[in-house]
C-alpha cells in the first residue's frame, strides 16, 4: 500500500540513490515494522464492500453506485492517496458525490464517510512518519558529506541554477525590448489577507516582518526554496547565513529584511520596485522559486505616498503580466468575499485561469463567522468569483498571534481540518486543504511550467545576443567589448600609470615652477608693504632695520603658510595635467568624466604635512637673514631680478594712470576715441602734481594739506574744480611711476656697485641696499622651492598616489559611481551583451541539467 515515489524521484539528490555504499539498509528493514504490523493499519475491505452493497437497494436502477465489491485501487482512489496529483478531480469522483446524495439512509452514508476519513488519516499519519524517518535520514547524509566522509563533488541543484538566472534578469536594462517570460511563483493578495503567512508556511520558518494592520512589504521579496541539510537563509548579495532554526537568528533576519525594504524605497515613496533576493534552504522544502508582492489596497492611508495604489498595482501587473508567471492568489476567508479587490486584477490578467492558483486562507475563522458552509464550497468550486483558476485550496495559517511556531501551526491546521465539518461533509476535497498539499501542488505546476518554456525563453536571448553582437560590429568594429567593470580597471591602471609620471617630474621644472608661483604670490606684498615703505627712509641704516622688522614679522606670519599654498596648488596642477593630458590617438575619451572625479576627490581627501610650516619658517627665516653676496654673477643675478621686478611694477602703473587720464593725442587722432569729463578733471591734476615733483624731486611720499590746497586752487583758477581725495589718489600712482623710474636708474648705476659693496660703501656715495634686499628675496624663493620640491617629491606625491589608489578602490565598490561616471551608447550596449551572453550560458547549463535529471 506504499505510494509510488518515482514521480518524486528529482526531489532526492543523485547521492541518496547510493546509500547502500553507506548504510546497512538490511538492518534498517529490520527496524520497521513488518508486512502483518501494516495490514493491521489497513481497513477491512470486505467488510466495506459488504456496505457498499447492501446500499444498493437503497439506490435506483439510474444511479447504480456499487455492482461488486470495490477493490484497493479504487478505494485508495476515493481516499484521495498520496502521490495524486493536486489537482485531480475525475468525473468518477463528482458523480459518486451526486449519487450519494440521492442516498435515501444518511445515517448509514455518514457513518462511511467517516470510516473512510479514519482511514485516510491513518494513512496521512503513516506517509508523513515515513517523510519524516526518509527527511531525517537524508539529513544525516547531507551532513556527513560536509564532513567530508562523501567525497563526491555535489553539482549545483536546479533551482539554484535557475535563481541565478533570475537574479541576473532583475539587474537587466531590457533596452533592446528583450521581455522576461522566465516563470516564477508570483505571490498576490489583498493587504493583511495572508500572503506572507503562506509564504512562510511554504518556507517553513517566520522569516518575514509582520505588524497589525499596517504595510510590512513595500517591495517585491523573491524567495528561492531548496532543498539542503540545514534550515538556513541567505541573501543573494551576503555571504551570511541565518539559522533559521534559532530565534534569534530568525528576529535578525527579520530585521534585516525591513530595513533593506525601508533602503529601497526612495524619499517620498512607499513602496520600492527593487527586488531583494533571498534564498532559503531546508530538509524537506519544495523546490520554487516565489516573489511576494506589496499587498494591493483599495485606499490610500495617511503617511502614504498619494501614487501608493497605482505604484502597487503596475508592480503586480508587470509581474503578472509575464505569460509563464504562476499567479498564486491569496484571498482572506474571514472577511467578505464581496471586498476582495485582488481577484478582479487577477482575472485581469489571467482571465481564462490556466496559470493562477486560489488560496483561501483563514479558514478557521471563516467557518466560524459563515452563516452559509456552502458559501465557502462556492468559493473553493470557482463559483463565487468571476476569476477561474487551475487549482483552489483553502489554509489555516495560524490563531492570528505572531509568537506561534510553524510547528504549532501546523498541528492547528491540521487539527481543525480533521475535526471539520467542511471536509467531514465533502465540501472540501482532502488533497484541497493544508499548506503542505498546496506547497506540492505549486512545486508541481512550476516545474511544469519551467520545462515547457524555459527553451523558448533560451532562444529568445540567443536572438537578442544575435542582435546585440551585430549593432556592436556595425558601430565600433575595431574596439574591444569592454563591460562597465572592464572599462574601470582599464581607466584606474591609466590614472595609476599618471600618478606615478608625477615621480619622473624633473627637480629642475618643480623648482622652476615653485619659484616663479611663490614670487607672483608674494611679490605685491613685498613691494608694497617692504621696500617702498623702506625706501622712503633717509639713511642706509634705517632703510635695513625697517626691512630687518618688517621681513621678520611677514615670515613668522605669513610666508610659510603662502609657500605651503603654492606647493599645494603647483602639485594640484600638475597632477590636473597629467590627468587631462591627451595621448594622441590613443585618448579614450570615455574616461573623461571619471577621471574628473578621481581628481577631485582626491583633492578634496588630500592634507599637507602639519608639520611643513614649522620646518620651513625656520629655513625662511635663516635665508632672509643672511646678507652677504658671495661673488660678482649673484650681484648681477639680483639686479636682474630687481630690474625685472620694477619694471613689471612701471608697466602695471603706466597702465593704471592711462585708464585714470584716457587716452592721449596720438591715440585720439588714430583711433577716434576722445577723454570723459572725469578723465579730463584727472588729466588735469597729473599735469599739475608733475610740476610739483619736477620742482622737488625729493618730494616725500605723500602730500601734505597745504599742498593739496595749492593744488586745488591752482585747478580752480583753471575752471577745474576737484575734490581733495581726487588729488591723493592722482598723488599716488604719480610719484609710484615717478619711484619705480628713479629705482630703475639707481639699479643701473648698481651694475658696477659690487666692489662697493666688498668694502661696505665705505668712502662711497652709491648706496645698494635694494639691490641686497632683492638678493635676499631671491635666495629666500630658491631656498624656498627647493625644500617644497623635497617633500613634494619625497613625501606628498606619495600620499597623493595613496589617496588616488583608496578614491579608486572606492569607486570600484561603488556601483552607482560607475554607472554615472561611465556613461554612453558604447558602455550600454556591452553591458547589455555581458548579461545577454551570461543569461544564454547559464539557461543552456539550466536546460542540460535540466534533460539529464528527465
Known amino acids: 500500500m506504499m505510494p509510488d515515489l518515482d514521480e518524486y524521484k528529482w526531489i532526492i539528490p543523485d547521492f541518496v540513490w547510493e546509500l547502500d555504499e553507506l548504510i546497512d539498509f538490511e538492518k534498517l528493514i529490520k527496524a520497521l515494522p513488518d508486512a502483518d504490523d501494516l495490514a493491521k493499519l489497513l481497513p477491512d475491505f470486505d467488510k466495506i464492500g459488504e456496505s457498499f452493497a447492501s446500499l444498493k437497494g437503497f439506490l435506483s436502477p439510474g444511479y447504480n453506485l456499487v455492482s461488486e465489491v470495490i477493490g484497493a485501487s479504487d478505494l485508495l482512489l476515493l481516499l484521495g492517496a498520496p502521490g495524486e496529483t493536486a489537482f485531480r478531480a475525475t468525473d468518477q469522483g463528482y458523480d459518486n458525490d451526486k449519487q450519494f446524495k440521492k442516498v435515501s439512509d444518511k445515517e448509514k452514508i455518514d457513518q462511511l464517510q467517516e470510516e473512510l476519513l479514519r482511514t485516510q488519516l491513518k494513512y496521512q499519519r503513516m506517509l508523513e512518519r515515513l517523510e519524516k524517518e526518509n527527511k531525517e535520514l537524508r539529513k544525516l547524509v547531507l551532513q556527513r558529506d560536509d564532513k ?76 528561492t526554496l531548496s532543498e539542503g541539510p540545514h534550515h538556513v537563509a541567505l541573501f543573494k548579495d551576503s555571504s551570511r547565513e541565518f539559522d533559521l532554526t534559532k530565534e534569534e537568528d530568525l528576529a535578525a533576519l527579520r530585521n534585516e529584511i525591513e530595513i533593506r525594504m525601508r533602503n529601497s524605497v526612495k524619499e517620498g515613496c512607499t513602496v520600492s520596485t527593487e527586488t531583494i533576493s533571498l ?159 498546496l506547497s506540492l501542488a505549486v512545486s508541481d505546476c512550476f516545474w511544469k511550467m519551467v520545462r515547457e518554456s524555459v527553451e523558448q525563453q533560451a532562444d529568445a536571448f540567443k536572438a537578442t545576443r544575435f542582435n546585440l553582437e551585430t549593432e556592436w560590429k556595425n558601430n565600433y568594429p575595431r574596439l574591444r567589448e569592454l563591460d562597465r567593470n572592464e572599462l574601470f580597471e582599464k581607466a584606474k ?45 633717509t639713511n642706509s641704516g634705517t632703510f635695513n632695520t625697517t626691512v630687518d622688522i618688517k621681513l621678520k614679522q611677514w615670515t613668522d606670519k605669513q610666508l610659510p603658510n603662502k609657500a605651503v599654498e603654492v606647493a599645494w596648488e603647483t602639485l594640484q596642477e600638475e597632477f590636473s595635467r597629467f590627468m587631462t593630458e591627451k595621448k594622441g590617438k590613443e585618448h579614450d575619451d570615455i574616461f573623461d568624466k571619471l577621471k574628473q572625479a578621481v581628481k577631485e576627490e582626491t583633492i578634496k581627501r588630500h592634507r599637507w604635512n602639519e608639520r611643513a610650516e614649522d620646518s620651513l ?106 575734490d581733495p581725495c581726487l588729488i591723493k589718489d592722482t598723488w599716488h600712482q604719480i610719484y609710484r611711476r615717478f619711484f619705480l623710474k628713479s629705482a630703475l636708474n639707481h639699479c643701473n648705476l648698481c651694475r658696477r656697485g659690487f666692489y662697493y659693496y666688498q668694502r661696505h660703501f665705505v668712502d662711497s656715495e652709491l648706496e645698494c641696499n635694494d639691490v641686497v634686499l632683492f638678493w635676499r628675496i631671491q635666495r629666500m624663493l630658491a631656498i624656498t622651492a627647493n625644500t617644497l620640491r623635497q617633500q613634494l617629491t619625497n613625501t606628498e606625491v606619495r600620499r597623493l598616489e595613496k589617496n588616488v589608489k583608496e578614491v579608486l578602490e572606492d569607486f570600484a565598490e561603488d556601483n552607482e559611481k560607475k554607472v554615472m561616471l561611465l556613461t554612453g551608447k558604447r558602455v550600454q550596449l556591452a553591458e547589455d551583451l555581458k548579461k545577454v551572453r551570461e543569461i544564454q550560458e547559464k539557461l543552456e547549463a539550466f536546460i542540460e541539467a535540466l534533460h539529464q535529471e528527465k
Open 617 to 722: 619658517r625656520v629655513i625662511q627665516h635663516n635665508a632672509l637673514e643672511d646678507r652677504s653676496i658671495s661673488d660678482k654673477q649673484q650681484w648681477d643675478a639680483a639686479i636682474h631680478f630687481m630690474e625685472e621686478t620694477l619694471q613689471s611694477r612701471l608697466k602695471d602703473t603706466e597702465s593704471v594712470i592711462e585708464d585714470m587720464v584716457g587716452p592721449d593725442w596720438k591715440k585720439r587722432w588714430l583711433h577716434w576715441v576722445g577723454r570723459t569729463k572725469e578723465q579730463n578733471i584727472r588729466n588735469e591734476t597729473k599735469n599739475e602734481l608733475e610740476k610739483l615733483i619736477k620742482c622737488n624731486e625729493d618730494h616725500a611720499a605723500y602730500l601734505a594739506n597745504d599742498e593739496v590746497t595749492t593744488v586745488r586752487k591752482n585747478l580752480e583758477a583753471r575752471g577745474v574744480t576737484v
Open 148 to 223: 567530508g566522509i562523501h567525497q563526491r563533488k555535489l553539482k549545483k541543484s536546479l533551482i539554484d541554477m535557475y535563481s541565478e538566472v533570475l537574479d541576473i534578469l532583475s539587474d537587466y536594462d531590457a533596452s533592446y525590448n528583450t521581455q522576461d517570460h522566465l516563470p516564477r511563483v508570483v505571490v498576490v493578495g489583498d493587504q493583511s489577507a495572508g500572503k506572507t503567512s503562506v509564504l512562510e508556511m511554504i518556507a517553513q520558518a517566520r522569516i518575514f516582518p509582520r505588524g497589525s494592520g499596517e504595510m510590512m512589504t513595500r517591495s517585491p521579496v523573491k524567495v
Open 493 to 537: 591602471n591609466e590614472i595609476l600609470d599618471e600618478v606615478i609620471s608625477l615621480t619622473q617630474v624633473t627637480p629642475k621644472h618643480w623648482e622652476e615652477i615653485l619659484e616663479k608661483t611663490l614670487w607672483e604670490r608674494v611679490s605685491t606684498h613685498v613691494i608694497e608693504n617692504i621696500y617702498l615703505p623702506a625706501a622712503q627712509t
Open 279 to 437: 534564498s532559503v534552504k531546508g530538509p524537506g522544502l519544495q523546490r520554487m522559486v516565489l516573489v511576494d508582492l506589496p499587498g494591493v489596497i483599495s485606499t490610500v492611508t495617511s503617511g502614504m505616498a498619494p501614487d501608493t495604489k497605482e505604484t502597487i498595482f503596475s508592480i503586480s501587473k508587470a509581474y503578472m503580466q509575464n505569460p509563464n508567471a504562476i499567479i498564486l492568489c491569496i484571498q482572506d476567508g474571514s472577511v467578505d468575499a464581496e471586498r476582495s479587490i485582488v481577484t478582479d486584477l487577477v482575472s485581469q490578467m489571467d482571465p481564462q485561469g490556466k496559470r493562477t492558483i486560489f488560496v483561501l486562507t483563514k479558514v478557521d475563522l471563516a467557518e466560524k463567522n459563515v452563516a452559509s458552509p456552502n458559501r465557502i464550497q462556492q468559493i473553493i468550486e470557482g463559483k463565487l468569483f468571476p476569476m477561474k483558476a487551475l487549482g483552489y485550496f483553502a489554509v489555516v495559517t495560524g490563531k492570528g498571534n505572531s509568537s506561534e511556531s510553524i510547528e504549532s501551526i501546523k498541528e492547528y491546521e491540521e487539527e481543525f481540518f480533521q475535526n471539520s465539518k467542511l471536509l467531514k461533509t465533502s465540501m472540501l476535497k482532502a488533497h484541497q486543504v493544508t499548506t503542505k498539499n
